[in-house]
C-alpha cells in the first residue's frame, strides 16, 4: 500500500539560521522554563550516575556551561541524587566551548581530554572541579543513557557546525 509513496527529502537544516534563531530567542525565555527544561532533562539523562554519587564532588560547588557560539550560559550544581539550576551564572568552575564542542563531547565523538588539548574546551575557575567533571564525563557509560538524549545528541551532531 506504501510502495507507492514518493520518499520525501527534508532540507538540510543550516545552522547559521538556527543559531541566530536561538541567541535571538533564549533571552527571552523566563527563568523558570530554563530551569525546568534544563533540569528535566540533566536529571533523566544522568539518573543513574546521579544515584550511583557520581556528582557528590558538585554538592558544595557550582559548575557553570558557557556554549559561546549560542550565548548561552547555565550553571547548576548537585543537591542529593538531583542536579539544580542556580539562578545567577556564578560558578566555582566554567566549561566554555562552542556548542559543536560540547555536542561532539556528548556523541562520545571525541574524548575529553582531546577536546581540552586541542582548546575546544577549556576550563576556567577551579580547576580541580573541572578535572573531576571531566574524570565524570570518562567514566559514563554514554550508551546508557536514555534513548532520548542519544537521539537528541544524534540530531544535533548534523546542525552543529564542525570546529
Known amino acids: 500500500m506504501f510502495a507507492s509513496l514518493p520518499s520525501v527529502q527534508l ?3 543550516s545552522p547559521a539560521p538556527l543559531f541566530t534563531l536561538v541567541r535571538k530567542v533564549e533571552p527571552l525565555v ?5 530551569k525546568s527544561v534544563i533540569e528535566t532533562a540533566l536529571n533523566k539523562a544522568f539518573r543513574q550516575p546521579l544515584a550511583d554519587d557520581e556528582f557528590y564532588f558538585l554538592e558544595d560547588q557550582t559548575l557553570g556551561l ?7 550560559k547555565v550553571s547548576f550544581r548537585c543537591l542529593g541524587e538531583q542536579l539544580i539550576v542556580c539562578e545567577d551564572a556564578v560558578a566555582d568552575a566554567w566549561i566554555r566551548g562552542d556548542a559543536g564542542a560540547f555536542i561532539r563531547l556528548a556523541n562520545r565523538d571525541q574524548d575529553p581530554d582531546t577536546l581540552f588539548f586541542q582548546r575546544k574546551l577549556l576550563i576556567e575557575g577551579d580547576t580541580e572541579l573541572g578535572l573531576a567533571v ?3 564525563l570518562d567514566s559514563i557509560d554514554w550508551s546508557e543513557l536514555p534513548a532520548v538524549f542519544l537521539k537528541g545528541m544524534s540530531l544535533m ?4 557546525p564542525s570546529s
Open 66 to 72: 558557557d556554549v559561546q557560539d549560542l550565548g548561552i
Open 157 to 160: 551532531a548534523k546542525i552543529t
Open 134 to 136: 571531566k574524570n565524570l
Open 11 to 13: 532540507p538540510q537544516l
Open 30 to 34: 523566563p527563568f523558570s522554563v530554563k
